[in-house]
C-alpha cells in the first residue's frame, strides 16, 4: 500500500498493521543475529585467539589423532586449544562458536565461525601467561588457521579478544572408527562426532563378550587389552553432554586393523 493511502486507514487497523510488522522485523532480526542460538550448549565465555599461516601440511595430525583433517570433514575449521581448555585431549571433537568483540577496528561485524577442537596449544612457560605466553594456564584461548581467523577479523589483528560458547557439532555422515593395534591389543580412533563432539566414554563389545571398557589413550584414540579376533565389534559411546549410544555389529567378524567402519549418529 502506498504512504499516501494510510490515512484511509482506521487508527485500530492502522496500529494492528504496524505492531504486525515491527514483530516480523524484531523475528527475523534475532534469526540473523543467533544462527546457533538453538545448538548452544553454553553460555558465551570471554577468551582470546590467534592464528597460524597454515598450509595443507598443517591439516595432517594434531593433538586429538584425528589425522587428515581434510579426508575426516574437518577442514581448516579447526583450532588448538589452551591446556586450560584442551583437559587433557578429553575436549577433542568438541564445536565452539567464535566471535570477535572489542577490537572493532579489527573485526567483521555480526559475523562468527564454528570450529572444532583438533589440536593443543601447548603452553610456553618461559613467557608470564599475560606476556606472550597466550596458551599458559590459566588463558582460555583458542589458535585457529589464518582461513578460520579471517572469517570473523583480518590478520592485523594478532592476539585478539573473543567470546566462545559450546554448540553442538554438525557432521555429514556417520561417526566413523577406524581400529588399529596388534594381536590382543586395539586402538580405536573414534571421529566425525556429532552432537556435542567430544566422547568421554567408549565401551567395545565382542559376540562373546560384555561390554568391555575402553581407556583413553590420548585425545580420541581409545584403546583396550582383550581378545576380539573373529568377532563382529559393537561400540557404546557416551559424549560429554551425558548422551550414550549404542551402534551394533559396526566390524563385521572378519575386521581387520588398519581399516575404518561406520556405526550410527549422534543427533544434532
Known amino acids: 500500500m502506498p504512504p499516501s493511502d494510510l490515512h484511509r486507514l482506521s487508527p485500530l487497523l492502522l496500529h494492528f498493521l504496524l505492531l504486525a510488522s515491527s514483530l516480523l522485523s524484531s523475528s527475523w532480526a534475532h534469526q540473523r543475529s543467533s ?11 570471554p577468551a582470546h585467539a590467534s592464528y597460524y599461516a597454515a598450509d595443507p601440511e598443517d591439516a595432517i595430525g594434531g593433538a586429538c589423532g584425528f589425522g587428515n583433517l581434510g579426508k575426516e570433514g574437518y577442514g581448516m575449521a579447526t583450532a588448538g586449544l589452551s591446556e586450560a581448555l584442551f583437559e587433557k585431549g578429553a575436549a577433542c571433537g568438541g564445536c565452539y562458536e567464535v566471535r570477535c568483540v572489542s577490537e572493532m577496528k579489527y573485526c567483521l561485524p555480526g559475523t562468527s565461525i564454528v570450529v572444532t577442537a583438533t589440536n593443543f596449544c601447548a ?24 582461513q578460520a581467523f579471517e572469517k570473523i577479523a583480518i590478520w592485523k589483528a594478532g592476539v585478539m ?5 559450546r554448540v553442538k557439532c554438525v557432521r555429514d ?8 593395534g596388534r594381536k590382543f591389543f586395539y586402538t580405536v580412533l573414534i571421529s566425525n562426532v556429532a552432537g556435542a563432539g567430544d566422547i568421554i566414554s567408549v565401551k567395545i563389545k565382542g559376540s562373546t563378550t560384555g561390554w568391555l571398557q575402553m581407556g583413553r589413550s590420548w585425545g580420541q584414540i581409545w584403546h583396550i587389552n582383550a581378545d ?3 568377532q563382529p565389534l559393537s561400540f557404546e559411546l557416551t559424549s560429554s553432554d ?4 549404542t551402534s551394533y555389529n559396526v566390524a563385521p567378524k572378519d575386521w581387520s586393523f588398519g581399516k575404518t567402519y561406520v556405526g550410527k549418529q549422534f543427533p544434532f
Request: with cysteine; aromatic share 10%; net charge neutral.
Open 242 to 245: 551425558s548422551v550414550t549410544l
Open 228 to 230: 576380539l579376533n573373529g
Open 123 to 146: 603452553p610456553n612457560y618461559g613467557l608470564p601467561a599475560e606476556a606472550g605466553g597466550v596458551c599458559n594456564p590459566p588463558n582460555h584461548h583458542l589458535l585457529l588457521p589464518i
Open 161 to 165: 579478544p573473543i567470546q566462545y560458547r
Open 173 to 180: 555422515g556417520s561417526i566413523r572408527f577406524t581400529v588399529d
Open 35 to 45: 544462527t546457533y542460538g538453538s545448538s548452544a550448549l553454553t553460555e558465551w565465555r
